[in-house]
């Protein structure tokens, strides 16, 4: 390889360095909108719901970015196989967190509706579904950094258990609403949050997905394991 | 131009032809569904839904050969500029039919858990959202197929209409909730069903936004219009 190639090639991977870079920063920006969001929750925090819904706009503009950045890297560079899927997986995998910091938003948007965090015991539950989500994300990007597609269907078999702590809840919160009916506009909130946070999970399970075909150049083989059972009978 | 370039151009041509055709393709696909998983719900008719769920694999497979196409197309042609811009849209736009897909199996799913389609003027509200709904995704497949940027941004403007019944339909569920705990479990279903219509036409809006980013090579300008006013205090 002559110097000039040398120079390409160094110049090529910082670029690519610069896209992961930027996907971790969003990933870390996510994080912090998820605690953020089930903190105002948790505590009523007003002003903190409204930080945390401005802060949405940095998570979409990054994933502009990170899209203008695979533009140019696919027209100056023209990338093939598995630099290619890499860069195309990258595309993918910042469209996951846009969406997680949407679902994390969200969180906050619905805190200003509430009164109060009540009942306690199902703010609890969510304040466990969020940190269960948040290790899966931070899991996740990890594996991102590392490249550890292993890593990363590991971290995808996790989602069933946040799956499981959505179906408790789910169930936990209809009793609730059905022994008082003041609190069914809460609930119905809680039953939306839960909601978001077990879609947190499946987008933390496409994110390992995409690492996975970034490395492997095709999807994993076995079926993504399924656990969201609220879909059963649930009236006489 | 020579008849060799002649020849190139003409089967570049044939293979976007063919990328379009694909999606719009999951576009008739995804129309089905919705209107399938309406009926199942609306009649009760669980062999239908049971139909409905084991088709949306079609549109999964359908969405990875889309990506095949697109891999393949950047490794081989590595179109430039609008062409390039296509070719990423039409990556986009997949996705989103396949996620609006995945809505209307989640609508057939949950008609299983219930037991009688009841409140029937919920059911109705139901059914008037998905008609709107695919009345703006059929529009918007229009806009794709001819390639016309201003069709698409106007289906985009409806999107604060299905907002509106969407918003009008949550607060009629919460009081037939607060009236009768028996239908809880029922209208949690309804409600979810209702917001999995609001998100499909979501997607509608951002498969108009990559029609004009397609054409005109940037976002449209002005921010899309926000709907959903059901974050509103409804607790005491």
């Known amino acids: 390889m002559n110097k000039r190639n040398e120079h390409i090639v160094k110049s090529y991977d910082e670029e690519l360095a610069r896209l992961r870079g930027e996907i971790l920063g ?3 920006l996510a994080l912090e909108q998820m605690s953020g969001g089930m903190r105002a929750l948790r505590e009523g925090d007003g002003a903190l719901a409204e930080e945390v819904i401005a ?4 998570i979409d503009k990054l994933e502009l970015e990170v899209s203008g950045d695979v533009l140019r890297l696919l027209a100056l560079r023209q990338p093939m196989a598995g630099d290619l899927r890499g860069v195309l997986s990258s595309l993918r995998i910042a469209a996951d967190i846009e969406r997680i910091g949407d679902y994390a938003a969200n969180v906050a948007k619905r805190s ?16 466990e579904m ?12 990890d594996a991102y950094a590392a490249g550890d597609a292993v890593r990363a269907l590991d971290v995808r078999d996790r989602d069933v258990d946040l799956d499981a702590r959505y179906n408790s809840l789910f169930r936990e919160l ?11 506009g809460t609930c119905t909130h809680f039953l ?39 879909n059963i009978p649930l009236t006489p």
């Open 26 to 28: 969003m990933g870390e």
């Open 55 to 58: 802060a949405d706009a940095r």
């Open 112 to 127: 200003l509706a509430l009164s109060e965090a009540q009942p306690r015991a199902a703010v609890n539950g969510l304040s």
């Open 130 to 141: 969020v940190e269960f989500a948040s290790g899966m994300l931070r899991e996740v990007l």
């Open 174 to 184: 209809l009793t609730y609403m059905m022994e008082s009916p003041s609190v069914i």
């Open 192 to 230: 939306f949050i839960a909601k978001n946070i077990e879609r947190i999970g499946d987008h933390v399970t496409n994110i390992a997905e995409n690492i996975w075909f970034q490395a492997e150049g095709e999807l994993p083989a076995d079926e993504r394991p399924k656990g969201d059972n609220t």
